[in-house]
């Protein structure tokens, strides 16, 4: 699509801004609406719209594959590995309150840590997907 | 003012989906499965869950129109018309959905107080945890700590709906993504 001038340059100002929009949902939503699933969509939404625009080939070079499954599975590791801290720390599994001095700190790191988690492992979910799609060939007619 | 943008919401709502169910052409009913979910999305709003709103709006509206749209660049985008009308199947749908008309009738109205939904654990979330969790936006206090089994099954289900992909399809090493630049100039 590189002979759509207007996109290209519509894209290259957008990204960034749908970049800080799923930063902000990712760490504001402890606030307001939003957390890590929806904050891990758009963030994947960012660099759909830039493989779109400029490429497979080009987007496999800012975020590749291999990336995609280590980010995939260490979503996982996070939510996975903050409940086993709090296990060691003396709580039950995933209970938060065991992992700063006072409860409320404990609760708010952890839920810091597990949407950061689910965060990561949907932003690599969904550019897997829209990867393991788009560059598949289609029907030769 | 509530009533009559829930009917007009409702109204559009029903007109995707019977065009939907109607029409052929697979690129028109994924746009209409975009706007289906983006009208979800503004009920979903009217009845004041906007955390489950901007799910929708996200996922349903924007990336899985998107997965829809590189899936049919891979078949056809014509549906097949069937070799017999579907009666039975209509027939199906009208009783299946007669019954559950039925059913919602003997539900508590919507945002009654006396509700057994509203009785259970929830007067506990509302009253509780601003200090047992903290957060002001009582959905993620209830999403991340209370439920937090929930959520990481949640995590799981979409890693391993990931993975499965992966081994189904598989991810084309950078080198051999060339053919689809040459596909996106033609």
Same mark, same amino acid.
């Given at each position: 699509?590189? #002979? ?25 939503? #402890? ?88 965060? %990561? ?21 | ?9 409702? %109204? ?64 056809? %985008? ?71 089994? #929930? ?36």
């Amino acid at each position: 699509m590189s #002979d759509h001038l207007i996109l290209r340059i519509i894209a290259k100002m957008f990204i960034p801004f749908i970049l800080l929009f799923a930063l902000y949902v990712q760490f504001h939503g #402890d606030y307001g609406p939003g957390g890590g699933f929806q904050a891990g969509v758009i963030f994947a939404s960012a660099l759909i719209l830039y493989t779109l625009i400029f490429g497979l080939k080009t987007a496999m070079r800012v975020v590749s594959p291999t990336a995609l499954r280590i980010l995939a599975a260490s979503g996982v590791l996070i939510y996975g590995g903050t409940g086993v801290v709090c296990m060691v720390r003396g709580g039950n599994f995933l209970n938060y309150s065991m992992l700063a001095d006072t409860p409320l700190a404990g609760q708010h790191l952890g839920i810091f840590l597990i949407e950061l988690g689910v965060g %990561t492992t949907v932003f690599a979910v969904m550019v897997m997907l829209f990867y393991a799609f788009s560059g598949r060939k289609g029907p030769e007619v | 003012m509530d009533i009559f943008i829930d009917i007009i919401l409702l %109204t559009f709502l029903s007109i995707a989906a019977l065009a939907i169910a109607r029409i052929r052409k697979l690129f028109c009913a994924i746009m209409l499965f975009g706007i289906f979910s983006l009208v979800s999305a503004c009920l979903f709003v009217t009845m004041d869950a906007v955390d489950v709103a901007f799910t929708e709006a996200a996922v349903g509206t924007g990336i899985s129109t998107i997965l829809m749209l590189a899936t049919m660049a891979l078949t056809s %985008t014509e549906e097949k018309r069937p070799p017999y009308q579907p009666l039975i199947a209509l027939l199906v749908v009208v009783v299946t959905g007669s019954v559950l008309v039925y059913g919602t009738m003997d539900l508590p109205d919507y945002g009654d107080p006396m509700a057994p939904i509203h009785q259970h654990v929830a007067p506990r979330y509302i009253q509780q945890s601003p200090d047992e969790v903290g957060p002001p936006n009582m959905v993620t206090s209830v999403l991340a700590s209370y439920r937090g089994f #929930d959520t990481l099954g949640e995590t799981a289900v979409i890693f391993t709906a990931g993975i499965s992909i992966y081994a189904l399809l598989g991810l084309r090493r950078r080198e051999d993504a060339d053919y689809h630049q040459e596909d996106d100039h033609v």
